[in-house]
């Protein structure tokens, strides 16, 4: 800028009060873009994706009723991954509406599958079992009123009647003890990240929980972490502090939570006993994929973690590094246990 004449040229302290008020104007303008850009990000940028289900006719193969089901359309990933690949959503669990039942005989199956129609001499042994079921499972006495756990534990139950192979029953049973977990903890909430900063975290609110003085929320926390500890398969962190919850002065309400919870860590546990007998037999009678053998062979090994039996776990962790082409996030998630493991 160049001024002609005495009264144009600006004092030194004007040039600088100006060279000033030129920059703060220049930072205004640049904060502005970027509010506008930042706003216009928002409203451009794709919804954040939720578990979402629609409503599907179906035909019951068995008995032949007809009923509306609800169907999985699309679910997120947003709230991690367990070390058995349970992943979370952020919100609604998807799991239960992968699978349905009929609302009269009780048979289930996969979405996909529902509808095939089945031999006759297994309807007759299906319809024996699922009445034993029932009988056996009173206190769900309409569809509507089972757990995600007992959809997919139907499905392996009608499974194991159809004679479904061995990697197939694996993964239902494997699904049904996802399902459990999640039922019991959908709103936990807890960030636990990658399964390996998972006991980290536990141990950080393990630390704050020693520094809570309010009984109430010592009380909450304790639930927490015994969910946090349920979600990272670790059984005896799980269990110390079920055995606080246990020595507390709890609520009628509480007492019924503690009560409840102990029952699907049960059932979670059952699935996934079955869960482990099936992929053996997958993988005792080369029934499994070649390059799907040491994933069933790191599921055997993470879920028998999950049941507490740690050194067997670390056996089984060390042949999966042992197998030929281990998938790399595998090789990572055995190593980090085995050493979690022993160094416990
Ligand atoms: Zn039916």
Redesign the pocket.
Known sequence: MRYCGKYQVPSPRFRTWNVEFGRCLEFGIRSLEFVFVFVACLLCAPPVPATTVSPKEFT?P??G?KFTGRVLVSTDKLGGMDSDFCSWPKGTPGLPYEVQV?P??F?ASRNEFFNDALPEAVKKSLETVLKKWRQDHAEAKTADELSGGQRWELAAVSGIVKNDHPPLMGNLWLRAAWAARQAVMSDLHLALGDPMSSFEQLDAMEADLKEEKDPQKIIEETFRLVLGSQRAGDVKRRDAHLKKLEEMKLSQDETSRLAALKKAFAAEALYQERAIASFNVALEKGLANPEERHVYLYLVADMTRRLGKNAEAVTLYKKVIGSEQVRPDIRKMCEFLINWLQGD
Do not use: V
């Open positions: 019951c068995l008995d009723t009929c009269k005989c048979y």
